[in-house]
């Protein structure tokens, strides 16, 4: 007898390959997800703007570092003894605006070269909940814990996501060096209980009517069920954290393996072992760092990343 429904995603046409580049943006699913792809080998470039939840600024995102377009003073604001910027995370912060400026702007530019090349983009929307600025009518990616005065919360509807994603879609395709490039869209299982449970449920069901319609107007455009894989296959509080919002460690490589299964072919998915056993030598403790027997471990280990870089770029 079958006592689950397991989700088993349909396989792609154009397996990803270690040689593709792979840009990551969205919520912290995102940086779950785009870790797992760096331990596994790949090349890839996650959250130039932090981890951010909305479509808006995540498209915000995309239209920056597609276009080079930087931040400049005005787009910083000053809160709790730092300078931070609304489009980004709380850990993109300085006590100058220059010094803030500098990383933000370096990183936009390092993402721009790098989404170029990018043989995929995946992202991931964690809600449809925003606060926007009063004054600038602007949608935040964060709102700093600045003074609740200054925003107003709004539900997102669906034809601004698919306005906005198909929009920074678009762009992203036409700056794409790569012909066959694509995207990757998932949903965020992770619940934002802050907006409560029944508002969680509202904006999850827009996020995924969005990313209907985004899919439906663009053949290089699909969806990963992650989303549905928690709640509808796993769907059980052992695979959440402490919190009871976040999966925890068994969740993500449940996923994941779903996601080898769907995006990855045998030899990439051979590969990607070997990478993963590699990086297990990498993170193996030192107690004798002095003895012969661990610089041998050390020679092995440069052996071995040589032959996987040259394995890589076949």
């Not at 790949?42 to 995102?61: A, H, K, L, Q, R």
């Not at 990498?282 to 003895?291: E, G, I, Q």
């Amino acid at each position: 007898m079958i006592f689950r429904t397991e989700i088993n995603p349909k396989k792609t046409l154009e397996p990803i390959q270690h040689s593709d580049s792979i840009s990551l943006i969205g919520s912290c699913f995102t940086q779950s997800i785009g870790n797992k792809l760096r331990e596994n080998g790949f090349t890839t470039d996650i959250n130039p703007f932090g981890i951010i939840y909305n479509p808006i600024t995540i498209s915000e995102c995309i239209d920056s570092i597609s276009t080079n377009t930087f931040l400049k003073n005005e787009d910083l604001v000053f809160g709790g003894d730092f300078f931070k910027a609304y489009s980004h995370h709380g850990d993109f912060k300085s006590q100058t605006k220059e010094g803030l400026l500098e990383i933000i702007n370096t990183r936009i530019e390092e993402s721009n070269k790098f989404i170029k090349d990018s043989k995929y983009l995946i992202l991931t929307l964690g809600t449809a909940w925003v606060y926007v600025h009063n004054d600038t009518n602007r949608v935040m990616g964060n709102c700093h814990k600045m003074n609740a005065n200054l925003f107003t919360k709004k539900l997102l509807s669906i034809s601004e996501i698919v306005e906005s994603m198909t929009n920074s879609i678009n762009l992203f395709f036409s700056n794409n060096k790569n012909a066959n490039s694509k995207i990757i869209i998932t949903i965020s299982p992770i619940r934002h209980w802050k907006d409560g449970y029944r508002e969680n449920q509202i904006s999850k069901s827009i996020l995924h009517l969005a990313t209907e319609e985004i899919c439906n107007k663009n053949p290089r455009v699909e969806y990963f069920p992650c989303y549905e894989i928690l709640m509808d296959d796993l769907r059980d509080y052992r695979f959440y954290a402490d919190d009871m919002l976040h999966p925890n460690n068994l969740a993500v490589e449940y996923i994941w393996e779903k996601f080898q299964e769907a995006y990855f072919n045998p030899k990439t998915i051979e590969l990607a072992k070997r990478f993963e056993n590699l990086q297990r030598m990498k993170d193996h403790r030192v107690f004798n760092p002095d003895t012969d027997s661990h610089k041998a471990f050390l020679r092995k280990i440069d052996t071995l990343e040589e032959e996987l870089r040259i394995e890589k770029n076949k």
